[in-house]
Every structure is written in structure tokens, then in C-alpha cells.
T-cell receptor, first 113, second 114 residues
Framework: SAVISQKPSRDICQRGTSLTIQCQVDSQVTMMFWYRQQPGQSLTLIATANQGSEATYESGFVIDKFPISRPNLTFSTLTVSNMSPEDSSIYLC??????????FGSGTRLTVV | GDSVTQMEGPVTLSEEAFLTINCTYTATGYPSLFWYVQYPGEGLQLLLKATKADDKGSNKGFEATYRKETTSFHLEKGSVQVSDSAVYFCALSRGQGGSEKLVFGKGTKLTVNP
């Protein structure tokens, strides 16, 4: 299965700033997924990123707040913009591997102060 | 829309006890079903999966059977260990031809005491 390198693993940021999270996959994948896991909660899909097209955002998430880049088939970034304490979460990227199955990055634990 | 309802925890067991975590789903068509595990401070790992009715997924002593008639995918283990302490997530995907995304349950925190 694919191996995902996600960074940073954690960060503490000031409110009003932005953080860019990177995911590098060791193989070419068509779709990459970005999830948010708020404290003590389940995972919620933010958006699906396809190479060469605009990301598709889920209800409640907008491009201005969570811009995504997908410059090639092995890399993607998610930016959390104009952060507030409510953005404190774990952010995870994921790719589909094989006919069925998904692999996740190790996550970015973000704290906004 | 698609949804997953998972037994809420936390669940606390003694070592060697029997574990069941209930999971039911709502989805159109024939989704694939998954259990993911999140150990403290780590990301998600796939524990097991099943892609069609009556399939049984198994891994590390854990099992779950895809029951179409009851729309369920309950996780079981006959004898838990302290190292099984983690949060367990049930999830579904309708895969190719449908939505690719995973839909997760709320997670069940399991603590196993020695």
C-alpha cells in the first residue's frame, strides 16, 4: 500500500495566521482526501483533491478558508487560513490504495492560540 | 445521505475480556465497510475491511462480518489485551462509481486494564 509523509506533525500557531500542511505520497494517486478531526470527535472530510482540477469541498468548508493545491500525482497541500482557536484539530490526508482501501498520513496536530 | 452509527464509549474492559463494538450503516447500493484504529498520539490505521455481503474481515484477532440484512458491521475480539487500548472507527465508502470518500462513525474509545 501507499506510504504518506505528512508534515508538520504538529504546530502551535497564532490566531489570524495561516499554516500549510504538506502530504507526499510514494506513488502516483488520482485522488487525495483531506480530513479534519476536532478534539474528541470523528473525522470529517474537508475536500477531495484531483490533480489538474479544482478541489471539491464538502458542505461547510470553503476554498477561501482551506485552499488546496495538487500540483502533481504525488503531492498536495492544505492551507488553514486566518486561523482561530476553533481550527485547533488534527488534519489528515488520505489516498485510496488498491481496489478498496485507504491509507492515511500520520496527521498534523494544530493548536491555535 | 450515507451515515454510520457506532456504539459510543468509552468502553473499559479487563484483559482477556470479550469485546463487541456495534456499528450500523445507512447507504445506497453496496458500500465497502471498514474498521480503523487510532492508537494514542497516532494517525489512523486500517484494521480490517469487507467489500460485500457476508464477507468477514479479520486482523490481529479482530473480526467483523458484513451483514446486509441488518446493515451492520460489528467489531469483535475474543480476548482483548492492554495493547488494544485505542479509539476504533467504523467507516463506509461507496467506492468507484459512487462517492469515493470515507464516512466515519463517531469513534469508540476502548481502554483495557491489566
Amino acid at each position: 500500500s501507499a506510504v504518506i509523509s505528512q508534515k508538520p506533525s504538529r504546530d502551535i500557531c497564532q490566531r489570524g495566521t495561516s499554516l500549510t500542511i504538506q502530504c507526499q505520497v510514494d506513488s502516483q494517486v488520482t485522488m487525495m482526501f483531506w480530513y479534519r478531526q476536532q478534539p474528541g470527535q470523528s473525522l470529517t472530510l474537508i475536500a477531495t483533491a484531483n490533480q489538474g482540477s479544482e478541489a471539491t469541498y464538502e458542505s461547510g468548508f470553503v476554498i477561501d478558508k482551506f485552499p488546496i493545491s495538487r500540483p502533481n500525482l504525488t503531492f498536495s497541500t492544505l492551507t488553514v487560513s486566518n486561523m482561530s482557536p476553533e481550527d485547533s484539530s488534527i488534519y489528515l490526508c488520505s489516498v485510496r490504495t488498491g481496489a478498496v482501501g485507504y491509507t492515511f498520513g500520520s496527521g498534523t496536530r494544530l493548536t491555535v492560540v | 445521505g450515507d451515515s454510520v452509527t457506532q456504539m459510543e464509549g468509552p468502553v473499559t474492559l479487563s484483559e482477556e475480556a470479550f469485546l463487541t463494538i456495534n456499528c450500523t450503516y445507512t447507504a445506497t447500493g453496496y458500500p465497502s465497510l471498514f474498521w480503523y484504529v487510532q492508537y494514542p498520539g497516532e494517525g489512523l490505521q486500517l484494521l480490517l475491511k469487507a467489500t460485500k455481503a457476508d464477507d468477514k474481515g479479520s486482523n490481529k484477532g479482530f473480526e467483523a462480518t458484513y451483514r446486509k440484512e441488518t446493515t451492520s458491521f460489528h467489531l469483535e475480539k475474543g480476548s482483548v489485551q492492554v495493547s488494544d487500548s485505542a479509539v476504533y472507527f467504523c467507516a463506509l465508502s461507496r467506492g468507484q462509481g459512487g462517492s469515493e470518500k470515507l464516512v466515519f462513525g463517531k469513534g469508540t474509545k476502548l481502554t483495557v486494564n491489566p
